[in-house]
Nanobody, 128 residues
Framework: QVPLVESGGGLVQPGGSLRLSCVAS????????IGWFRQSPGKEREAVIC????????HSADSVKGRFTMFRDFGKNTVFLEMNNLTPEDTAVYYC?????????????????????WGRGTQVTVSS
């Protein structure tokens, strides 16, 4: 069973919006640091926005600040990525990731290496 399943990707015009969802199975997101990452062809996977379980602190990439937000619905065990004012540069496969807060010992919580559980991704294409 895949622990994280993303959905909501698709084709959107520049300036448009999308909401991605990530449903967790087999564990409670409430106890996990959660991150959204993305990867474009030929590029390394990069962090988009992450949230730290212990205090709800978030970290966003400079390229998405003011446009992307992340929120959790513990009742649905789901995390969402709200994306507004999309540009072609946002085109990528978007991945949801999680890692138990017990593994967190301070410092970074928004790098690929900080996460052990991954979804399979959902494609977002921004084009006119």
């Amino acid at each position: 069973q895949v622990p994280l399943v993303e959905s909501g990707g698709g084709l959107v015009q520049p300036g448009g919006s999308l909401r991605l969802s990530c449903v967790a199975s087999g564990f409670s997101l409430a106890f996990y640091n959660i991150g959204w990452f993305r990867q474009s062809p030929g590029k390394e996977r990069e962090a988009v926005i992450c949230i730290r379980s212990q205090d709800g602190d978030t970290h966003s990439a400079d390229s998405v600040k003011g446009r992307f937000t992340m929120f959790r619905d513990f009742g649905k065990n789901t995390v969402f990525l709200e994306m507004n004012n999309l540009t072609p540069e946002d085109t990528a496969v978007y991945y949801c990731a999680a890692d138990h807060s017990v593994n967190y010992h301070g410092g970074s919580y928004c790098e690929v290496a900080d996460y052990g559980l991954w979804g399979r991704g959902t494609q977002v294409t921004v084009s006119s």
